[in-house]
């Protein structure tokens, strides 16, 4: 990527910079879409693939990955390059341009910058017994749902006691499997409706309060050790896959450091109506945005997005003019798969 020059370069790939991407490209811009992770679809993938969301316009009701595949449908019929396990480690002014530093050595130059990074970057908090690591390069560790059409009558473990280990369970006994939820209370800070449907299903094995001591990976099944809170008293099960539920931190310490900061107010960048951070051709939209009123919705940053595309060539090409309404554009000439030009050939 050295030495490529962009018009615009999106930092993140939750739904902001998903649909900034798209519509970058509706408006023929030379983009790149940075993400750090090996995924895309930010706080939705990582956080609640599963869920409903009910609030994203033109939906009755949508899950969180669907609408990721919807959006990672759209972009792809723009041009347009997306970088993933790329994290932005530092972004600096040189000259009218941005240089983009990708995992602290390639980097490229963009004529502006659209954050679109959330609150940082996500990892889940992981479990750290012995046998851990090796639980995990089995691939019976997991710490996000798997797909959930070929899992009925698989027999699950999920550890944790909060809305993302009850979450988990609930969909999983929702797709007829087995699960052992481990614990090491009695008691769950969660829904609290989730966790009576737990208690009334007979695929629901509660092994509380307990804690995980060692995971042993055997030939086709996980073995897990536990130990009782109250006297000790060692138990195994075995089953298909353990899930660690312990929910996901986000991270901002790397975009801390970069040396081109743009001004923060409670761990947004202030934006202004132009969605234009306090550096010039730095815009920030979706949770890295801030300003007065804002709401951390999905829709919000949808909305915002084109604000920053369309303000951001007004920063680097202000005699460019537009924008159009997307019923004007020619459909044939933006996007870039036959198959979609081909619905527009009559
Ligand atoms: C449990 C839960 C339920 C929710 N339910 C709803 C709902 O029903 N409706 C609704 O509207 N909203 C909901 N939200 C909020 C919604 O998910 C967020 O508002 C939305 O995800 C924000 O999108 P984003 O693209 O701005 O940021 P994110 O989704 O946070 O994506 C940011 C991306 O940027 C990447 N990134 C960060 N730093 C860097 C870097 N330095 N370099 C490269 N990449 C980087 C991250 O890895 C991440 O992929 C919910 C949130 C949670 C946690």
């Given at each position: ?17 998903l649909f900034?991407?798209?519509?970058a490209g ?5 983009t790149a879409l940075i993400?750090?992770t ?5 706080q ?9 969301i009910?609030?994203v ?11 990721v595949?919807?959006l990672?449908l759209?972009?792809?019929?723009v041009d347009?390059?997306?970088f993933?396990?790329?994290e932005?480690t ?5 000259a009218s341009?941005?240089e ?5 050595h390639a980097?490229?130059l ?8 959330g ?5 889940p908090r ?16 997991t710490?996000l749902?798997p797909g959930l059409?070929e899992?009925?009558d698989k027999?699950?473990a ?8 009850v979450?988990y369970a609930?969909?999983?006994?929702d797709h007829?499997?087995?699960?052992s939820?481990i614990h090491?209370?009695?008691?769950f800070r969660?829904m ?9 299903s ?5 092994l509380t ?7 042993s990976p055997?030939?086709?099944?996980l073995?897990?050790e ?5 006297d ?9 896959r353990?899930i ?8 901002s310490?790397?975009i801390n450091q970069?040396?081109e ?11 202004n ?8 051709g730095?815009?920030?939209i979706g ?6 009123g804002?709401s ?17 060539v007004n920063?680097?090409?202000p005699?460019r003019?537009?924008?159009q309404?997307?019923t004007?554009l ?10 979609i030009?081909?619905?527009y050939n009559s």
């Open positions: 990527m050295d030495n490529e020059i962009f018009d615009i370069a999106i930092i993140g790939a939750g739904p902001a910079g900034a991407q798209f519509y509706l408006r023929e811009l030379k993400e750090a090996p995924r895309i679809g930010g939705i993938t990582a956080l609640y693939p599963e869920k409903t009910l609030d316009a033109g939906f009755l009701g949508i899950s969180g990955r669907d609408l595949n919807e990672k759209q972009t792809d019929l347009s390059k997306t993933l396990n790329s932005v530092n972004l600096k002014k040189i341009h941005f983009i530093e990708i995992n602290h980097s490229f963009a004529k502006s910058v659209i954050i679109a990074s609150n940082g970057s996500f990892s992981k479990i750290d017994v012995p046998g851990s690591s090796e639980a995990e390069q089995s691939g019976m560790l710490y749902l059409s899992v009925a027999d699950f999920v550890v944790g006691g909060g809305n993302t280990a979450d609930v969909e999983l006994i007829d499997c087995h699960v939820l090491r209370r009695d008691n969660a609290e409706s989730s966790v009576t449907k737990l208690k009334n007979r695929r629901t094995n509660f309060p307990m804690k995980i001591t060692g995971l055997k030939k086709e099944k073995e897990i536990l130990q009782s809170v109250p000790g008293a060692v138990k195994r099960v075995s089953v298909d353990l660690g539920g312990f929910g996901f931190t986000a991270s310490r790397t970069w040396e900061f743009p001004e923060q107010f409670n761990q947004g960048f202030l934006t109506e132009a969605q234009m951070t306090s550096i010039a730095i815009f920030a949770d890295a945005s801030i300003y007065p804002k951390d919705l999905i829709a919000t940053a949808f909305g915002e997005a084109p604000t920053a595309i369309n303000q951001a920063y680097f090409d005699d003019g537009g924008p309404h997307s004007s020619n459909k044939k000439e933006v996007f870039k798969h036959d198959r030009k081909s619905r």
